[in-house]
């Protein structure tokens, strides 16, 4: 039972711009925090960005900060991720994921819904 279903992922030359998608049921959309985290071959997933529905507040990880932007939109049941300026760095496969919580936490564990990824690769 697929719960999140990411878009929006391709190929981008450096200093370029992708806009990340993701959609899903209201059990897999928690309705609590959204997060994006992406893991690059060989290491281990990381966070990026994080949203909490009730108002909007945002975290980022300090590498992506001025450069990303997450937003959320309740009508379409959806989030996205903005991200600009994108480096070769950025490359990897971009995970959004959803926990029942209020607490913006960066720890993939934490989160107990998740989509199966979108490829993001950032050619230099």
């Known amino acids: 039972q697929v719960q999140l279903v990411e878009s929006g992922g391709g190929v981008v030359q450096a200093g370029g711009s992708l806009k990340l998608s993701c959609t899903g049921t209201p059990r897999g959309l928690s309705r609590g925090v959204m997060g994006w985290f992406r893991q690059a071959p060989g290491k281990e997933r990381e966070f990026v960005a994080a949203?909490?529905?009730?108002?909007?507040?945002?975290n980022y990880t300090d590498s992506v900060k001025g450069r990303f932007r997450i937003s959320r939109d309740y009508t379409k049941n959806m989030v996205d991720l903005q991200m600009n300026s994108l480096t070769p760095e950025d490359t990897g496969v971009y995970y959004c994921?959803?926990?029942?919580?209020?607490?913006?936490?960066?720890?993939?564990?934490?989160?107990?819904?998740w989509g199966q990824g979108t490829q993001v690769t950032v050619s230099s």
């Open positions: 994921a959803g926990r029942r919580d209020l607490f913006l936490v960066r720890a993939p564990a934490e989160y107990d819904s």
């Open positions: 949203i909490r529905w009730r108002d909007g507040t945002t």
